[in-house]
Nanobody
């Protein structure tokens, strides 16, 4: 069992940057793949990025490649999402997730945080 708490959301202007953080509880953080998903208003939840337990492998969905970067610090039980060149279409509730890398890359998530809202103004 792992509990996830996101932080770092807020209101930013188009083109600016934001970094989301997710603090995980539990002694087995380094055994989980971690990720971020998002849900825009009126839309389904979509996968954004996934990182393997060691941090050696990552996956980013096409719409954020080159702009967003997922990373993790296993010593701090924390995963990050650096978001650059933000666009209005990035507006969404961002959820921290955990599970296994292969399953998460295909959209199957075992654990969810409660989410943090990111709003990008034009």
């Amino acid at each position: 069992q792992v509990q996830l708490v996101e932080s770092g959301g807020g209101l930013v202007q188009t083109g600016n940057s934001l970094r989301l953080s997710c603090a995980a509880s539990g002694r087995t953080f380094s055994s989980y793949a971690m990720g971020w998903s998002r849900q825009a208003p009126g839309k389904e939840r979509d996968l954004v990025a996934v990182i393997s337990p060691s941090g050696g492998s990552t996956f980013h969905t096409n719409s954020v490649k080159g702009r967003f970067t997922i990373s993790r610090d296993n010593a701090k039980n924390t995963v990050y999402l650096q978001m650059n060149s933000l666009k209005p279409e990035d507006t969404a509730v961002y959820y921290c997730t955990a599970g296994t890398f292969g399953r998460m890359s295909k959209g199957t998530i075992d654990y969810w945080g409660k989410g943090t809202l990111v709003t990008v103004s034009s």
